[in-house]
């Protein structure tokens, strides 16, 4: 994995955390226990910071960053799906950002919300708690997050914590034979 300071801002880890290592976490990064940083993610604190809950997975090839002296937050529990881009934006807790989806500066995701696949949360925008955005740019649908949603989404949150626990050990690279 690669973990760098930069200019005496140093990423802190959190206990059974797993960061792959192809990765990048650099500069102020605070990760919470039990993160899964996937495949080719970049989480860029060089000029402003980034803080993650625990139990969040940050799947593959994820862009995280924030503006000079501002932050990125991502709460508890929260799946930022594959290719998305977060930039010094609020994640609360328990939130599904779908696979290459886009939330920009000083946007707002609610608890239990969704942003679907592909869409692009724009600045300022807010995704109110149990929501689900859809879209470009994403518009509200008509309906919330139902409780069978959210049990199923614990399941698969449970499937990436159990990856940051089995990847230590068990990913292996083949040489060339």
């Given at each position: 994995?690669?973990?760098?300071?930069?200019?005496?801002?140093?990423?802190?880890?959190?206990?059974?955390t797993?960061v792959?290592?192809?990765?990048?976490?650099?500069?102020?990064?605070?990760?919470?226990?039990?993160?899964?940083?996937?495949p080719?993610?970049?989480?860029?604190?060089?000029?402003?910071?980034?803080?993650?809950?625990?139990?969040?997975?940050?799947?593959?090839?994820?862009?995280?960053?924030?503006?000079?002296?501002?932050?990125?937050?991502?709460?508890?529990?929260?799946?930022?799906?594959h290719?998305?881009?977060?930039?010094?934006?609020?994640?609360?807790?328990?939130?599904?950002?779908?696979?290459?989806?886009?939330?920009?500066d000083?946007?707002?995701?609610?608890?239990?919300s969704?942003?679907?696949e592909?869409?692009?949360?724009?600045?300022?925008?807010?995704?109110?708690?149990?929501?689900i955005?859809v879209?470009?740019?994403?518009?509200?649908?008509?309906?919330?997050?139902?409780?069978?949603?959210?049990?199923?989404?614990?399941?698969?949150?449970?499937?990436?914590?159990?990856?940051?626990?089995?990847?230590?050990?068990?990913?292996?690279?083949?040489?060339?034979?």
């Amino acid at each position: 994995m690669a973990i760098y300071e930069f200019e005496g801002r140093k990423p802190i880890l959190g206990k059974g955390t797993y960061v792959h290592p192809s990765a990048d976490v650099i500069g102020a990064v605070t990760v919470g226990d039990g993160c899964w940083i996937g495949p080719g993610a970049r989480l860029r604190g060089d000029y402003g910071s980034i803080i993650i809950g625990n139990g969040t997975s940050i799947e593959e090839n994820c862009v995280i960053h924030a503006r000079p002296d501002q932050a990125t937050h991502i709460g508890n529990h929260v799946t930022v799906g594959h290719g998305s881009v977060l930039h010094n934006c609020t994640i609360h807790d328990y939130a599904v950002i779908g696979m290459g989806s886009v939330v920009s500066d000083w946007a707002e995701v609610g608890e239990w919300s969704v942003v679907g696949e592909g869409a692009v949360v724009r600045q300022r925008q807010q995704v109110p708690p149990g929501q689900i955005a859809v879209g470009v740019p994403a518009k509200l649908l008509d309906k919330s997050v139902e409780e069978e949603y959210k049990a199923e989404w614990l399941a698969f949150k449970r499937t990436y914590q159990d990856l940051a626990r089995r990847y230590p050990q068990g990913l292996v690279e083949v040489g060339d034979d």
